[in-house]
C-alpha cells in the first residue's frame, strides 16, 4: 500500500511540473505573466497531450520504480532518455499536425522545463 501512494505521488508531481513547465514555457515566449487566455490559446488538448507523453514516457524508462535506490545519476539519465524520446514524439506530431511556429517553441521550452522540475521534484522527493 505504501509502494502505490509513493507511485500516485510521484506521478501526480510530475504531471504538476509538466503543466508548470507548459506555463513557464508560455511566460518566456510571450514575455509576460500567463493569463489564463494565454493557456486557452495554446489548448486544452495540446496540453493534455504533453502531460500525457511526459508522464507515460517517464513511466516506461521506470522513473518511479524503486525510487529510493536511485542516484541522482540514475534519475537524471532516466530522465534524459525519456525527454529524447518525447522530443522526437513531438518532432513528429509538430510535423504532423502542422504547428505554428509560436506552438512548437513552446513545446520545446516546455520539455527544457519539465527536464529541471522532474529532476528537482524527484531528487527532493
Do not use: P
Not at 506555463?23 to 504533453?50: M, T
Not at 536511485?70 to 504547428?99: E, P, Q, R, T
Amino acid at each position: 500500500m505504501e509502494q502505490n501512494k509513493r507511485l500516485i505521488l510521484l506521478i501526480v508531481g510530475d504531471a504538476v511540473a509538466s503543466f508548470l513547465a507548459i506555463l513557464v514555457a508560455i511566460s518566456f515566449e510571450l514575455r509576460k505573466s500567463v493569463s489564463l487566455e494565454d493557456v486557452y490559446q495554446l489548448g486544452a488538448v495540446k496540453i493534455s497531450v504533453f502531460i500525457g507523453v511526459v508522464v507515460f514516457l517517464s513511466f516506461l524508462v521506470e522513473i518511479y520504480k524503486n525510487h529510493h535506490e536511485l542516484i541522482a545519476w540514475d534519475i537524471a539519465v532516466k530522465i534524459g532518455a525519456s525527454l529524447g524520446v518525447s522530443c522526437f514524439i513531438f518532432y513528429f506530431l509538430s510535423y504532423s499536425f502542422k504547428l505554428n511556429e509560436n506552438d512548437t517553441r513552446i513545446l520545446v521550452l516546455s520539455i527544457m522545463n519539465f527536464a529541471i522540475l522532474q529532476f528537482m521534484c524527484h531528487i527532493s522527493y
